[in-house]
């Protein structure tokens, strides 16, 4: 009886934790299909690529920032984690990670709520953070290529309804970061 009762449980547990799996993996990437096969996201993917290799792989935990402009206008940065204490665990977590900071003063309103839904909609993803007088979000996308060629796409193409005429990049080596273990 004993056997019967803990095969059931088990298989219980089994269906519920797929049913949740299922559910995360369903709100996470909702538009990934559509933003797949763009040049434009293959070409933000190939620069992420690039920054984890150089900057965690080749030359371990390296500064590093990634301008993003839409028509020469700077609208984002994808830089090392560890210059954002909210996304560290500890004043000792220097890991590296992939943060993209987006400051948002100055923006139309409608951008803003745009911005505001698909972060919502990629919650189970990433970590948002607003504060002080300049207003901004920071996103930890971790080491997660496809999913942040995805996601910034995704912000260009809704956000700014811009295409990939418009995209601009550039990245700079930083050196070490600044921050050291103690």
Request: proline letters at 2%.
């Amino acid at each position: 009886m004993k056997i019967l009762v803990g095969i059931l449980i088990g298989w219980l547990s089994l269906y519920f934790f797929a049913i949740v799996k299922k559910n995360i993996g369903q709100k996470k990437g909702i538009k990934s299909k559509e933003y797949a096969n763009l040049a434009f996201t293959a070409r933000l993917r190939d620069s992420i690529r690039h920054i984890i290799f150089e900057y965690d792989i080749k030359r371990k935990n390296n500064d590093f920032l990634l301008n993003i402009k839409i028509k020469e206008k700077l609208i984002m940065q994808l830089m090392h984690r560890a210059h954002f204490p909210e996304l560290c665990q500890s004043e000792s977590d220097i890991n590296f990670g992939l943060a993209l900071y987006i400051p948002v003063n100055g923006w139309e309103k409608e951008q803003v709520l745009r911005l505001d839904k698909i972060v919502s909609e990629e919650s189970e993803t990433v970590r948002m953070s607003k504060s002080g007088q300049i207003e901004y979000y920071v996103i930890d996308l971790g080491k997660r290529v496809r999913f942040s060629g995805y996601f910034l796409t995704r912000i260009i193409k809704e956000v700014f309804e811009a295409d990939e005429n418009q995209f601009n990049s550039s990245l700079y080596s930083e050196g070490n970061l600044p921050y050291h273990l103690n």
